[in-house]
């Protein structure tokens, strides 16, 4: 992934340094999702095996507060949900 371009830097760079950071905008927005959810599906792997429960388990012991809600659960909530935005579901 590449890092945040801000549009203010965008407007003062010189214009090969423009193109060229345009064009990587564009490219990572012409790639298919395939990369994208295999690092998703990995980094979710990562915290289930963290934690020593899958995701449907951790959206249980959410719901009927036997888990709270930290830095890394957010986290790991946050990637599912783009992960369910972006792909087919996760086998289970």
């Given amino acids: 992934m590449s890092r945040a371009v801000r549009f203010s ?5 010189s214009p090969a340094v423009r193109d060229k950071a345009l064009a990587g905008i564009i490219a990572e927005a012409r790639a298919p ?32 507060g036997k888990r709270e809600e930290t830095v890394d659960v957010l986290s790991w909530l946050m990637l599912l949900r783009v992960r369910d935005r972006i792909g087919p579901p996760r086998p289970t």
């Fill in 9 to 13: 830097e965008i407007r003062k760079a």
């Fill in 33 to 64: 999702a395939n990369g994208s959810l295999t690092d998703l599906d990995s980094r979710i792997t990562g915290y289930e095996e963290e934690y020593g429960l899958t995701s449907d388990q951790l959206l249980d012991q959410l719901s009927t």
